[in-house]
């Protein structure tokens, strides 16, 4: 036992991994004759359980059996083997025997648990007299380690016969042969479908046909009754959000009933911000398919008005370009300054999943988010997303601007500002200029000098330091920013807004539940018809539907475009500005100011045909590209970095030669490029 530091510590490469994936040291003595010992990181101990739960020949279900915990420095001269936390997880078929006793031919002598922890009330069916189990310890000396001790890892009884499974003959055909309980799984998914309405009939009768579908009972989840089903209908009828009528215990005690969904929490004091982070096993399971080698997107400042404390959405986007929801961060402050509290916990989680996984970019909708932490934890490029922006700008010209041309005027003078494409770095005079042009459009200058001038040299300052995510990004956010919208600010919810229990209640069960059946339902096929269809409502999504013939784009004149009505053939919507991430259109959905797929479709087609000037923030991001062409940096690892991304740095090139070779792309200000080398320190992530 002395040697136990000089074990090597063992990551297996999986999501979920077992005894089989490790190499256990033999140590003689113990109870049974000699215990197998590893080391692995403590972080990992969960998906050890789950690995050794889901055992081929042997399915269990381990439960914690007894644990112990001690404090720091409660101890002066820890032994190596000492604990923080000391854990013993049995297997659920152990380690008493009521075989015999159910049968009818034993004499009841055994009815006394081996244990003395009681008669078990609920769960004597399944007791097999099962003698595997193992025990973890967090080590006192290294907290980050766990030593797995397996004191036994047969799964058999006093006998030494196997006494569940496939190898147990008596086992075969009943319950017996598999897991003892349905899997979290199953549970999840069950919980899912009665949290967006689906009757008890409807999932007995879909989970009957599944099993029948694959031939008969294969595992303990096929084993699914009404009583199991009931008893989760049950709870979430009888569940309530409002733990305490103190919403800060209310939430502490969610937060330790929910230990498994939250990744980072920090009380609210004197000197510190209240902060939760959110994540449950299937948002965990989305950042790790939609995440790796794409982006994640903070959606931040939601419901500031309304909520006690606004809401941050970190977002994946799938083939559709639909978002979602793979964490929500809740804070008392702007998550952006606290981003280096919870950000490196939060990637954490997911490689130690999946230790292969990587991100491309990570896009943040506020200049003043802290990128420098984000960069240094996955190691990525940081975009800046203007939507936020984009549309409080639209909406307040729509409600305060009554003539159109004058609105879209408007819009496109606000892209020159942001981007400062005409005057230069000196965003004041461009202030000046905008204010005195549209100098008779007082409600909206009113608006403007009190929401927006205290920050727009932030702004601009961030559009120079940071590449500009594309309008199919900015309509995913959109449609997500509105479905959140309709679901949480219901008019029957008002009394509960400023509850944090409420808010944390409510994402993690029915509007978790409206992604969860989607994304169900688009694998499966099945409950198409109570599919949300607001998730069909991404602009993007539908402007791929929208054929190139229907949009009319002349070359010539590049200030505005058509594009034929889908549903009415007789009618045709003006894109003004198009190409640019400040067009606007007169249908129905721009008027009230969302993205439309008619601005998508035509951003699209320009960019595919190369007929208008490269968006705004792309002149600026590929004038980065060329003075980084013609200046490399001296940082070797600012260099290496390059390297690997050489191939999609010679298509930016490409692309930019072609746009040259056609003359259309003109020079920017020399004022940009200026600014332009001054800030390439701030790109240690480009392509």
């Known amino acids: 036992m002395e040697d136990i530091l000089s074990l090597p510590v063992q990551d297996p490469p999986f999501a979920e991994f077992s005894a089989a994936h490790l190499k256990w040291v033999k140590v003689e003595g113990g109870r049974l004759g000699g215990d197998d010992i590893a080391l692995i990181p403590y972080a990992r101990v969960d998906n050890f359980v789950k690995g050794e739960s889901s055992n081929a020949e042997c399915p269990a279900s381990f439960r914690i059996e007894s644990s112990r915990k001690r404090s720091e420095g409660s101890i002066s001269k820890p ?123 409807n999932v007995i009768q879909h989970h009957m046909d599944v099993v029948q579908g694959h031939g008969g009972p294969h595992n303990r989840d096929d084993f699914l009754t009404r009583n199991d089903v009931r008893n989760m209908e049950r709870l979430i009828r009888n569940s309530s959000h409002e733990l305490d009528a103190n919403d800060e215990c209310s939430i502490k005690m969610w937060v330790q009933r929910h230990q498994k969904n939250v990744f980072y929490f920090q009380e609210q004091t004197d000197s510190e911000p209240f902060m939760l982070g959110i994540q449950t096993d299937w948002q965990l399971q989305q950042a790790i398919r939609c995440g790796h080698d794409g982006l994640i997107a903070a959606h ?80 990525c490029r940081v975009l800046l997303c203007v939507w936020h922006i984009r549309r409080a700008w639209i909406r307040s010209l729509l409600k305060k601007c009554s003539n159109f041309d004058v609105q879209q005027e408007m819009f496109k003078h606000l892209g020159w500002v942001l981007y400062c494409t005409r005057s230069g770095p000196n965003v004041l005079d461009a202030m000046e200029e905008f204010m005195q042009v549209f100098v008779d459009q007082c409600a909206f200058m009113h608006y403007f000098k009190t929401q927006w001038l205290p920050s727009i040299e932030l702004w601009v300052a961030g559009v120079r330091s940071l590449p500009v995510a594309s309008p199919e990004l900015l309509a995913a956010i959109e449609s ?91 009618l045709a919507y003006t894109v003004w500005n198009p190409g640019s991430e400040f067009s606007l259109c007169n249908c129905r959905w721009a008027t009230v100011g969302n993205l439309c797929k008619h601005v998508i479709k035509v951003a699209i087609l320009c960019k595919n045909r190369q007929v208008a000037r490269p968006l705004l923030a792309a002149q600026v991001y ?58 390439l320190v701030l790109f240690p992530g480009l392509p």
């Open 480 to 570: 997500y920013h509105l479905r959140l919208k309709s679901k949480l600010f219901k008019d029957q919810q008002t009394n509960s807004w400023a509850r944090v229990d409420w808010l944390t209640h409510f994402l993690t069960t029915e509007f978790h539940s409206l992604y969860w059946l989607d994304q169900y339902s688009v694998e499966t096929g099945c409950f198409e018809n109570l599919r949300d269809k607001s998730f069909l409502s991404n602009a993007w999504y539908r402007a791929l539907h929208i054929a190139d013939v229907d949009v009319i784009l002349d070359e010539q004149n590049l200030e505005y475009a058509k594009v034929i009505s889908q549903t009415d053939r007789s």
């Open 79 to 201: 032994r190596v083997d000492g604990y923080l936390e000391y854990t013993l997880y049995w297997c659920s078929y152990g380690p008493e025997d009521y075989r015999e006793c159910e049968s009818g031919t034993g004499d009841g002598s055994n009815s006394k648990p081996a244990s003395g922890k009681g008669s078990r009330p609920g769960r004597r069916h399944m007791m097999r007299g099962c003698l595997c189990h193992f025990t973890v310890k967090r080590l006192y000396t290294r907290p980050l380690l766990a030593l797995l001790i397996y004191n036994q890892r047969k799964h058999v009884d006093k006998t030494g016969a196997p006494c569940h499974g496939l190898l147990d003959r008596d086992a075969v055909g009943t319950r017996a042969m598999y897991a003892p309980r349905i899997s979290e799984d199953l549970r999840q998914k069950v919980m899912s479908m009665l949290y967006a309405g689906i009757s008890l009939d």
């Open 300 to 379: 931040s400042a939601f419901g500031l008005k309304k909520l006690k404390y606004p809401l941050c959405s970190l977002l994946v986007f799938d083939s559709s370009h639909n978002a979602i929801p793979v964490a929500w961060v809740i804070t008392s402050s702007f998550v952006g300054q606290g981003i280096q509290k919870w950000i490196g916990l939060f990637a954490e989680r997911i490689r130690t999943k999946d230790p292969r996984w990587r991100l491309n970019a990570f896009l943040v909708d506020d200049p003043s988010f802290e990128v420098s932490p984000i960069r240094e934890v996955f190691q």
């Open 622 to 679: 590929r004038q980065i590209l060329l003075t980084l062409l013609q200046n490399p940096p001296d940082d070797p690892l600012v260099l290496e970095h390059a390297i690997l991304h050489g191939t999609r740095l010679q298509q930016d090139i490409k692309g930019l030669e072609d746009l040259s070779n056609s003359g259309l792309l003109q020079p920017l200000p020399p004022e940009i490029n200026a600014q332009v080398a001054d800030n």
